[in-house]
């Protein structure tokens, strides 16, 4: 009896490495996929504040903890939490125990609910690519940015309104991870879907 052939793994960017499946999941299903969605920008943004310094992996093990804990990220509850809340926080071994960070996300809560009253999240943060989503060509890691002009640009207006943890890096990871930018390398699988979703993209009004 011949031995039916085991599929090849699929080719993925180098950054997954041989870590834990959950990694490949996240790349695989959600990295680049556009999201519109504002309580859905709004977890992102924060968590990829959570993740300076550190790795994202260790975000991605403690992410249902974090929602858990940060009354699922929604922006209104969020805003209305207090020194108990951010020393219950801290005493959690769930997620990531920063102070600033976790005062950080209170703030941009707030932010995020002053930004509210006058248009969408997701109308402001897609709003800053006047001709929609990047679509990069990336053929090795060594030519995906750290950070970009756009980045920048953002990071100075998110400040402005109050956000904090939004440094140009931090943001240029955010709009990887949201689907604002492509930045799959052209060899990884997910490159090509990811375009396609991004073709689709309808910006807010």
């Known amino acids: ?18 870590e834990a499946d959950i990694y490949a999941a996240y790349h ?12 859905a920008l709004f977890e992102k943004l924060v968590l990829e504040g959570f993740q300076a310094g ?5 975000i991605l093990h403690k992410r249902e903890n974090f929602r858990s ?10 805003a209305r939490f207090t020194e108990n809340d951010i020393a219950r926080l801290m005493a959690d071994t769930g997620v990531v125990r920063n102070r600033a960070k976790i005062e950080a996300a209170v703030l941009n809560a707030k932010a995020f609910l002053e930004v509210s009253e006058k248009e969408s999240f997701a109308h402001l943060l897609w709003g800053f690519l006047e ?8 053929d090795t890691s060594a030519d995906v940015p750290a950070e970009t002009l756009l980045s920048k640009k953002m990071s ?5 309104r109050g956000f904090r943890f939004v440094g140009p890096t931090t943001l240029y990871a955010f709009m990887q991870s949201v689907g604002m930018v492509n930045d799959h390398l052209v060899s990884c699988h997910r490159h090509e879907p990811c375009a ?8 807010p009004a």
């Open 131 to 138: 001709n929609g989503p990047i679509n990069n060509r990336c």
């Open 156 to 160: 100075k207006a998110l400040k402005a």
């Open 196 to 203: 396609k979703l991004q073709q689709r993209v309808k910006l």
């Open 28 to 39: 695989d299903t959600e990295w680049g996929v556009p999201k519109l969605d504002d309580r």
């Open 54 to 58: 550190l790795s994202w992996l260790t």
């Open 69 to 78: 804990g940060f009354a699922g990220f929604d922006p209104e509850k969020l």
């Open 1 to 18: 009896m011949i031995a039916a052939r085991q599929k090849p793994p699929p080719v993925r960017c180098p950054w997954p490495g041989i």
